[in-house]
């Protein structure tokens, strides 16, 4: 199979298309045939190895010390089941499906456990729609949802609200209730407030930080604030709540147990198929849509990383692995 890979951390020059084996389910497993994924923000930084201050080292532990242990990138992917494991009973061949992998999604093959965030694609949403929901749309539903309990009247700041998780965030917080500022450059101002933001600030002109008591929850989806700064904007028993973090924000947590004042919370989300069926619910009564910057080819996928790494998109930047109407192979 065809696939981008990279051997080596450094630049968006490093990924390559190489062949590899196509992969076999194991018993647990379905053969998905991708047509869609993209190039998320995580993608740029494992490849970069970027990880943040004391993450340095655990990220690269992880990921491999010395050169990348897991060659192909990819979190979000949308395609086609070909083949299961004897043991899947969630899925079988032909079902469109979509999820979140963790990797694998640049290749024209992935495995994936039937038990992992996959679901099967609704006929009304295509592949690219498909694959550029669940990376931001998870990350922004478990945050809003399940760490800062976001509910109906409250007030919350998305910082980076035009981006691959702030472009969920804005529509995810409406359709909780909330009322909605997001922190955008003048350029995106008018496509934040169609994602249903109540107002727009633009940061060129205007600190997020200078409102006084006016947020209950700060959502830094993009790094641009930091937990003494926001303290004045928020309110007293409010949260702020960075999608990013390193050593500095640990340092953080201690300064606000110290003052008792509005509180910080680190969390990294784990990704489940339940969450994957409430963003199609949400995409089904009109209150979230995918959204797309630019699509790429599988092949010129260094100019998608390079695109990402500028931090300057609107919503997900898609990678068409395979044209949705190739030939589909059968099981």
Same mark, same amino acid.
């Given at each position: 199979? !065809?696939?981008?890979?990279? /051997?080596?951390?450094?630049?968006?020059?490093?990924?390559?298309?190489?062949? %590899?084996?196509?992969?076999?389910?194991?018993?647990?497993?379905? *053969?998905?045939?991708?047509?869609?994924?993209?190039?998320?923000?995580?993608?740029?930084?494992?490849?970069?190895?970027?990880?943040?201050? %004391?993450?340095?080292?655990?990220?690269?532990?992880? /990921?491999?010390?010395?050169?990348?242990?897991?060659?192909?990138?990819?979190?979000?992917?949308?395609?086609?089941?070909?083949?299961?494991?004897?043991?899947? /009973?969630?899925?079988?061949?032909?079902?469109?499906?979509?999820?979140?992998?963790?990797?694998?999604?640049?290749?024209?093959?992935?495995?994936?456990?039937?038990?992992?965030?996959? $679901?099967?694609?609704?006929?009304? *949403?295509?592949?690219?729609? #498909?694959?550029?929901?669940?990376?931001?749309?998870?990350?922004?539903?478990?945050? %809003?949802?399940?760490?800062?309990?976001?509910?109906?009247?409250?007030?919350? %700041?998305?910082?980076?609200?035009?981006?691959?998780?702030?472009?969920?965030?804005?529509?995810?917080? !409406? #359709?909780?209730? #909330?009322?909605?500022?997001?922190?955008?450059?003048?350029?995106?101002?008018?496509?934040?407030?169609?994602?249903?933001?109540?107002?727009?600030?633009?940061?060129?002109?205007?600190?997020?930080?200078?409102?006084?008591?006016?947020?209950?929850?700060?959502?830094? /989806?993009?790094?641009?604030?930091?937990?003494?700064?926001?303290?004045?904007?928020? !309110?007293? !028993?409010?949260?702020?709540?960075?999608?990013?973090?390193?050593?500095?924000?640990?340092?953080?947590?201690?300064?606000?147990?110290?003052?008792?004042?509005?509180?910080?919370?680190?969390?990294?989300?784990?990704?489940?198929?339940?969450?994957?069926?409430?963003?199609?619910?949400?995409?089904?009564?009109?209150? +979230?849509?995918?959204?797309?910057?630019?699509?790429? $080819?599988?092949?010129?996928?260094?100019?998608?990383?390079?695109?990402?790494?500028?931090?300057?998109?609107?919503?997900?930047?898609?990678?068409?692995?395979? +044209?949705?109407?190739?030939?589909?192979?059968?099981?």
């Amino acid at each position: 199979m !065809k696939a981008a890979i990279y /051997t080596q951390y450094g630049p968006a020059d490093t990924v390559r298309i190489a062949q %590899l084996p196509t992969p076999a389910p194991g018993p647990e497993e379905v *053969l998905v045939r991708v047509r869609a994924s993209s190039v998320t923000t995580a993608d740029w930084r494992l490849r970069a190895s970027a990880f943040p201050g %004391l993450l340095w080292l655990p990220g690269r532990l992880i /990921t491999g010390l010395f050169a990348p242990r897991n060659p192909v990138l990819g979190m979000d992917f949308a395609g086609e089941v070909v083949a299961t494991g004897h043991a899947v /009973t969630r899925f079988r061949p032909s079902q469109r499906v979509f999820g979140f992998s963790g990797g694998g999604g640049h290749g024209e093959y992935l495995t994936v456990s039937q038990d992992a965030a996959i $679901a099967v694609t609704p006929d009304a *949403l295509s592949d690219t729609d #498909a694959a550029a929901l669940p990376w931001g749309g998870l990350a922004a539903l478990v945050f %809003l949802r399940d760490v800062a309990h976001l509910r109906a009247g409250q007030h919350v %700041l998305i910082v980076g609200a035009s981006g691959g998780v702030g472009a969920y965030a804005v529509q995810i917080a !409406k #359709a909780l209730g #909330a009322t909605v500022t997001g922190v955008a450059s003048a350029a995106n101002a008018d496509f934040v407030r169609g994602l249903g933001a109540d107002r727009v600030i633009d940061y060129r002109r205007e600190s997020p930080a200078a409102a006084v008591d006016a947020y209950d929850l700060v959502f830094d /989806t993009v790094g641009a604030t930091r937990y003494p700064q926001m303290l004045r904007a928020l !309110k007293r !028993k409010g949260l702020f709540l960075p999608l990013n973090f390193g050593g500095r924000e640990l340092w953080h947590i201690l300064l606000a147990r110290l003052i008792r004042g509005p509180r910080l919370a680190l969390h990294v989300n784990a990704d489940k198929a339940e969450d994957l069926q409430v963003l199609l619910d949400l995409v089904a009564a009109g209150k +979230l849509r995918p959204v797309i910057d630019r699509r790429f $080819a599988l092949d010129d996928i260094r100019a998608a990383h390079a695109h990402v790494e500028t931090r300057h998109r609107r919503g997900a930047v898609i990678v068409d692995v395979a +044209l949705e109407d190739a030939p589909r192979m059968c099981a």
